[in-house]
């Protein structure tokens, strides 16, 4: 059974930094793309970041090259969303998803036929 768990929410003022830990289990890790959506309040889910299973990173969102960054973690299956520069409008609740397939989308990542997180909130406040 793949499972994702996600860790490292909170509240943290505009300009600042948070750190969220996905830890997944239940497949090959290196096998499949792995990366976070966010979801703010009366949104659509929308990807953010994806990292492949060689280890090549996709932004989805353009505010975002400068500011975040993903990587596998030292920690077998662990991977590591470092946030800077948190803004605002990054406040939503941000989930873990896994892909069957190593390779992330290159334009768009859609939030179908993947393995979920429960999500975990991130708040910034001004």
């Known amino acids: 059974e793949v499972q994702l768990v996600e860790s490292g929410g909170g509240l943290v003022q505009a300009g600042g930094s948070l750190s969220l830990s996905c830890v997944a289990s239940?497949?090959?890790?290196?096998?499949?793309?792995i990366g976070w959506f966010r979801q703010a309040p009366g949104k659509e889910r929308e990807g953010v970041i994806c990292?492949?299973?060689?280890?090549?990173?996709?932004y989805y969102i353009d505010s975002m090259k400068d500011r975040f960054t993903l990587s596998r973690g030292i920690a077998k299956n662990t991977v590591i969303l470092q946030m800077n520069g948190l803004k605002v409008e990054d406040t939503a609740v941000y989930y873990c998803?896994?892909?069957?397939?190593?390779?992330?989308?290159?334009?768009?990542?859609?939030?179908?036929?993947?393995?979920w997180g429960q999500g975990t909130q991130v708040t910034v406040s001004s």
């Open positions: 239940g497949f090959t890790f290196d096998d499949y793309a």
């Open positions: 990292i492949s299973g060689t280890n090549r990173t996709r």
């Open positions: 998803a896994a892909d069957v397939v190593s390779i992330c989308p290159p334009d768009t990542w859609y939030p179908i036929s993947l393995y």
